[in-house]
């Protein structure tokens, strides 16, 4: 079976972090690509915009799905956020993960989530289509194609980044929650951990140019 690429949309009022966009309708909140996960914590990284922060945070304070929050960065009207979990949050990462498919990009559209996965062909489709439906999350196919791999030539990869994205893969560095911390992974390639941090995240810049970006102006 031929691997594709998918856009999916995922609405459900439990899915992590809704309350708070739905009381923050300006925000704007997407992971921080290539991390997901800080090493040696159970936080997320998070960019996010939003017009008035102290109504996002109210929003964080009032969302059961979230423990607790930590603003790291401030650039105005943007800002990086940790975001830790409640035990109840409903996450969607750990069906893509038990299909062996590696979500590529993840953003809001208002209370609704729109996701690109790479998935290892279209039976691990249906499986998360199931899986959402059991879960009573709305699901919609957006946009299905087909691609020749996750890590693929087109990429024009470094051979050091596709090595390290491999074995990052393979380690369980991208599933939710990792199966591998970073200084894991850099210790495998040999490297420091700023230095492996680098090559996933030129490395996935890379691979989401060559797979997504015709379809950047969707949205």
Known sequence: MTDVTATL???SPTLALTETVAYDPSATVRPVTGTGTVPDSEGHLFTIRSAEFDRFEAGLERDR???AFERLVDAGREAIYRFEYDDDATLFSPAIAAVDGVSLEWRNDGTAWTVRVWL????ALSTLRAHAIEGGIEFSLCRVNEYAGPVDADASLTDRQREALSLA???GYFEEPRGASLREVAAALGVSQPA???LLRRGMRRLLVATVADDAGDG
């Open 169 to 171: 893969l393979e380690m």
């Open 120 to 123: 290892p062909d279209r039976r």
């Open 9 to 11: 949309r995922l609405e």
């Open 196 to 198: 492996a941090g680098g």
């Open 65 to 67: 799905t979230v423990a």
